[in-house]
């Protein structure tokens, strides 16, 4: 077989086409960013692009989620630009890898659910007249990945211990065949140890999951190209041209408002270390988390209808003033959310995330708060702790 000699890449991961904020469908956003990472892609002549999971931010997208998709693979392949994907912990597996044969015709690889080096999780990508190896490993939940007398019987540190090994195992199976001859590609949808997740509404989704370390990413890959942490960074333990969270492509939830989005562009060459840039997107609506006082609240009211994005407004209340949100809605058009702040609330006021000290049942309470207004909190905390203890979480 070929060797690369060069290639350029562009690495996108987190879509989550097909998210609502507040009731509010952000597909619109999500095309429009798809259009400015599509035209990105032509204008850097880039050779293959990898979307490395959360694609859709739910199992059952919707049409015009879909055709969002669709249209970008659409017209990258128009271009003469091949994709592979993977799927991520919001997606179907089985939806994707239904249409991946036919997705195929548009040039896209897509590997839904886990497949070994010999079915299919390892293949080889003709890129004009040369080849690049991949390994593609997509999300894999880790009560799935451990037996249930596992859960059971091993204390969480021997969990996590056997959960890393399976890892392990799993890219090692993947990247067996991989040569320093060869540009190798890693992609996975998974939390590395260290990670730092944006300080998002998200955090449910991702504390207390099971982390993998740097050390199972082989030598002989020449770029990881990851998904599942929304926040750009690296990998600790890998330089910092070795392995790239992408982010996610838009402000997905106030808990991202001022977070700068991005996809990465790479370029390998077979035996060097890969050069990397990030490239900042602008498409999508920018997301903003306002502090009022009571007594500011209709100056402020006046000075924020005209902003352009989406709001959240923390108003700070001697008491609870029903209504409230819809009369300043009649003002400030853009406005999705108030948060009334009564005395002696401040101490949830946007403090950095320490995930370390964060407990699943206190993410949960969180995740109340914020998505349900804090309904049936009293009711359901205490039984999630109850079925959290019975588990041995």
Partial sequence: PLTLAHMKLLHTADWHAGRSLHGVDRTPEVREALGEVAELAKQEAVDLVVVAGDVYDNRNPSAAAEDAVYEFFLDISRAGIPS???????????RLDAVGDLLGLAGVHVVGAFRPAGGGGAFELTLGAERVRVAALPFLSERRMLAAGD??????????DHYRGVMRKLVDN???????????????????EGATLANSEYVFHSTNSYTVPASVVPDVVSYAALGHIHKPQGVQGLAENKARYPGSLLQLDFGEAGDGKSVVVAEL???????YRLHELSAGKKLARVVVAEDELD??????????????????????RPGLKERL????????VVEQRLPGEDAADEAPLDLSAL???DSYRDYLRSERGGAGEAELVPLFRTLEEEVGA
Avoid: C, Y
């Avoid at 994907?85 to 997606?91: E, F, K, S």
């Fill in 359 to 361: 407990s699943l049942a």
């Fill in 329 to 336: 809605q009649q003002t400030i058009p853009n406005l999705l």
């Fill in 174 to 192: 993947l990247t067996g065949a991989m040569t320093p001859a060869h540009v190798n590609l890693l992609l996975m949808h998974t939390t590395f």
């Fill in 269 to 275: 060459a077979a035996g060097r270390p890969a050069e």
């Fill in 84 to 94: 592979v994907v993977i799927a991520g912990n919001h997606d179907s597996p089985q």
């Fill in 299 to 320: 100056r402020r009211a006046l000075d924020l209808a005209s902003f352009p994005g989406w709001l959240k407004l923390v108003v700070r209340l001697q008491r609870p």
């Fill in 151 to 160: 859960v059971i019987e091993k204390a969480p540190g021997e969990q996590v």
